[in-house]
């Protein structure tokens, strides 16, 4: 006979050591996006405080078009990495993820030659500071994109710890290099998007050989490959539409406020907008790092539940701290800012809710994703799009900074909305029989 007593300990074990290796993993995955927010968000706070109020709207225009450019490569490399390469190709993840590396080079290389084209359109119109933004970013964007696509890499080996080492290089080397340039006075936009180049490049330096990708394989390895590129083509027609469209409200501000109000209330949005960011990236580690199990949990019981809790579980943390970074804006913000950007601090009321209402349309469309079903993305983007381009420029005529920030709530509530009703259209699995 079986001795029962002597098994049972061992499966009441299992629990535990399954919760404890995932939260492990969660704070990982916070000390990932934490340590990277931390770096970006100190260049957009030395910015703000050292450079004119219309440079450092400059610098916010062309970042803004770098993030337009990541949402394509995000769209045809990150997303579909991260279903593939959680799925068919995880067998052979170091080979495939190389293959993702040339891809990203000749994906770039398109990259830079547009924002050099916008930087010398800028320059023939006489904005000098923000032809000097397009031109830096154009040089920049190769290996500023690399690491985005690295840290995700390492969540479908479900190893966010790899990312967050890379994060805390990329933290280390941005701080160090921003603080030479502060100190040597050679501190404007061209040499902050070079230092954050800089640390991108250490991160992937570490990443590359943390992840086993090879740099030189077999010759006849591209061709194993080329279903794999040809499906992520397929997932990117729908994907790139979808993200380019899912970037206006997020980024699109940044692109029309200087022409409907001026480059200096762009840096004062941009200032408010800064605080917002940690939450919002912290909405997209987490919903990197639990696509991989909604990919392997989709044809499971319980996938709704599963859902539901994780949505909860990334949109509360932003909700219980929207009161106390809009409420202690006139303490928190002369320090952050030195006294700048004091008459903006209202808009925190309103943009601090907005990652909540992000992590909820974000985490659906993560399920949306798992199920390889990324058309179902698009008409929740449309929906935004419809509200930020209907309502900005009547909004923003009649309310400024304010009309504008409640536009942009407006498009992400919109999302939101059209999620939830989708959702209850995704495919549920068959229940096993008995």
């Not at 916008?118 to 290996?143: D, G, I, K, R």
């Amino acid at each position: 006979m079986p001795d029962v007593t002597a098994t049972t300990p061992g499966r009441g074990q299992a629990k535990p050591r399954h919760a404890r290796r995932w939260l492990g993993r969660g704070v990982y995955a916070l000390l990932d996006q934490g340590l990277y927010a931390a770096g970006n968000f100190a260049v957009q706070v030395l910015l703000a405080r050292l450079l004119p109020e219309a440079d450092y709207g400059a610098f916010a225009a062309g970042y803004a078009l770098l993030i337009l450019f990541g949402a394509v490569h995000t769209s045809f490399l990150t997303e579909p990495m991260l279903v593939f390469g959680s799925g068919r190709y995880r067998p052979r993840l170091p080979a495939y993820l190389h293959q993702l590396l040339r891809s990203h080079l000749k994906l770039t290389a398109g990259f830079a030659a547009a924002m050099l084209a916008c930087a010398a359109l800028a320059y023939s119109a006489q904005q000098a500071a923000l032809a000097e933004a397009l031109a830096a970013f154009s040089v920049a964007q190769l290996l500023i994109l690399l690491p985005w696509m690295l840290r995700d890499a390492a969540y479908v080996e479900s190893n966010p710890r790899c990312a967050a080492i890379a994060s805390g290089l990329y933290c280390l080397t941005l701080f160090a290099g921003l603080t030479v340039v502060q100190l040597t006075g050679t501190l404007r936009i061209a040499s902050a998007v070079a230092v954050m180049a800089a640390a991108s490049a250490v991160a992937s330096a570490y990443l590359i050989p943390a992840l086993r990708i090879p740099l030189k394989p077999p010759h006849a390895l591209p061709h194993r490959f080329r279903p794999a590129l040809a499906r992520h083509r397929r997932y990117g027609k729908w994907a790139a539409p979808t993200n380019l469209i899912r970037f206006l409200p997020e980024h699109f501000p940044f692109l029309i406020l200087p022409y409907l109000l001026s480059y200096a209330d762009n840096g004062g949005y941009k200032a408010m907008n800064n605080l917002t960011v940690p939450f919002i990236l912290l909405i997209a580690s987490m919903s990197a790092l639990t696509l991989p199990v909604l990919v392997r949990r989709l044809q499971e019981p319980g996938f709704n539940r599963l859902l539901t809790g994780l949505t909860l579980g990334v949109a509360l943390p932003p909700l219980i701290c929207w009161p106390l970074i809009a409420g202690l804006a006139d303490w928190h913000i002369p320090l952050i800012y030195g006294g700048k950007y004091l008459d903006d601090t209202h808009l925190l009321w309103i943009l601090g809710i907005i990652p909540a209402v992000a992590a909820v349309h974000t985490l659906l469309h993560a399920a949306f994703k798992a199920a390889e079903q990324p058309r179902r993305v698009f008409p929740c983007a449309v929906a935004a799009c419809l509200v930020l381009l209907t309502a900005c420029w009547p909004m923003t005529h009649t309310f400024g900074l304010t009309g504008m920030a409640l536009t942009v709530l407006a498009s992400h509530l919109a999302q939101a909305i059209v999620a939830l009703v989708l959702i209850r259209k995704l495919h549920h699995p068959p229940v096993a029989n008995a």
